[in-house]
């Protein structure tokens, strides 16, 4: 636990907090918006929008026709708004037809405002297209994947992805639809399996193009690369110990995989080997 003179053990960066349900709603969320400023602190700031901007536009795994232009239309205020104010957009897409919906909007909106150096995500992409996907390189857009993607019915296309050229960063998105523990995500990107042992996914990625997507594309989804995402002189001193190599286990084992050893900004954060105990007999 942290006290008033120690930093927090872990890192939170969170999305601005309303909800819109109608034109009114969206109204109200563009005034709180443009009344709000992103803060990209070190261990606790405000990265953007998301994951649902407007909330009748609730994408989902059955989802099969476009959003109606009235929808869209009310999306595209907050959104815009959001782009005026320099704040990253999330949005949950899980179907390539919603995606496109939006892309059409985004490069629009692009020849206005550049949304390059916004970094906006498209979240989950249960289905994606080449097309898609090179229309989200094209806007240099980039695609934040999930774990809960583990279901039959998503089957997330992450060599296409990953070859596509597109910044993509792995998440468990942990807690209430899928467990918290990255490890089990990165055994599905690279096995293709879920935690049963069923193959659901036709396109895997490597070990370490699956550790990347993890680690420092995800430090790039959340401006912080100068920072975070890789061991280097300079850089918070994020980092854990593991109990076994994640590079060598065979790939059913990437799953078990766990911490022995968890530091944030060069502090122990977690220690199941003693090491703090060790460190203060010194």
């Known amino acids: 636990m942290s006290t008033a003179d120690e930093p927090l053990p872990l890192r939170v960066w969170h999305t601005l907090k309303y909800e819109a349900y109608d034109s009114q709603g969206a109204d109200a969320a563009v005034t709180l918006v443009q009344n709000s400023a992103p803060d990209n602190g070190d261990y606790l700031g405000l990265l953007g929008l998301g994951e649902h901007i407007y909330l009748p536009m609730f994408d989902n795994p059955g989802t099969t026709e476009r959003y109606s232009d009235e929808i869209i239309d009310e999306f595209m205020k907050i959104a815009t708004a959001a782009a005026e104010g320099g704040f990253q957009v999330h949005e949950h897409t899980m179907q ?123 430090a790039w989804l959340l401006f912080k690369e100068d920072d975070l995402g890789t061991l280097e002189a300079g850089k918070f001193a994020d980092l854990v110990v593991l109990d076994r190599d994640y590079l060598t286990v065979p790939e059913n084992e990437i799953f078990d995989i766990e911490s022995v050893l968890t530091m944030v900004g060069g502090r122990i954060a977690y220690d199941a080997i003693g090491a703090l105990d060790a460190a203060s007999e010194e």
């Not at 055994?187 to 049963?196: E, I, L, Q, T």
């Open 96 to 218: 390539d037809i919603t995606v496109q919906s939006l892309l059409d909007r985004y490069e629009a909106l692009n020849e206005r405002i550049p949304l390059a150096p916004l970094r906006w995500t498209f979240i989950h992409v249960f289905s994606l297209s080449p097309e898609s996907i090179e229309r989200i390189r094209a806007l240099d857009m980039t695609i934040a994947v999930h774990s809960v993607a583990s279901l039959a019915e998503a089957r997330v296309p992450l060599r296409d992805i990953q070859d596509g050229g597109v910044v993509w960063g792995l998440g468990t998105d942990a807690t209430i639809v899928a467990h918290y523990q990255p490890f089990i995500t990165l055994g599905w990107a690279v096995s293709g399996k879920n935690v049963s042992g069923n193959t659901v996914l036709d396109q895997t990625v490597s070990r370490e193009e699956a550790l990347i997507a993890h680690t420092r594309a995800n």
